[in-house]
């Protein structure tokens, strides 16, 4: 079976989606926190791989059981660096999250890697219609947003919808749709 990890790399937490790679079906989402709360560089990165490998484990334990063999590819949001105007925060944060992304690959044992900058999956649109229509295309199978396990605070949902986001253009279900009138 061929798999997809889908993330959205953060220090703290990271939101990820597990894809059937054939089907294009979300099998799990959801947002696994580091315990490591203030440490930076390779121990923290370690532990938030810990964590991510300790929710997608949960997950791939049955698919192994039943046989047969797995690979996994990662696919990840590029931290991308802004110019200073546009810039939120310490630009060398980013490098803890392409740390993170290594790290969690490693232990998955992925294998392949991809990663997209934010313009190339949810090109230009604002964030808010971006959860919106990726949210929409997840009606379009009603059962996998029963799969979807959000974080208790509100204002973290995005990452998991981002990770969501990313694995459903890798899985070309994401694409804009066009309209023609009659």
Known sequence: ?????????????????LFD???????????????ERKARGLSAWARMAEGV???VSSFLEPLRAA???LSITVASECPQVYTAGKSKGDPNDLIELA??????????????ERSYLPREWKGTLDGDVMVERIKARLG???????????????EK?????????IGLHVVGRLAP??????
Request: glycine share 14%.
């Open 1 to 17: 079976m061929r798999l997809l990890l889908a993330i959205d790399p953060g220090l703290r937490e990271c939101g990820i989606a």
């Open 21 to 35: 790679l054939d089907s294009g079906e979300l099998l799990a989402a959801g947002m696994p926190t580091n315990p």
């Open 53 to 55: 490998a300790a929710f």
């Open 67 to 69: 046989g047969g063999t």
């Open 99 to 112: 740390g993170v992304v290594g790290r969690v690959a490693g232990a998955l044992g992925a294998t392949s």
């Open 140 to 154: 379009e199978r009603p059962h996998e947003h029963l799969r979807v396990q959000l974080p208790r605070a509100s």
């Open 157 to 165: 949902h995005h990452n998991v919808w981002d990770a969501i986001g």
């Open 177 to 182: 749709r066009k309209v023609f009138p009659r």
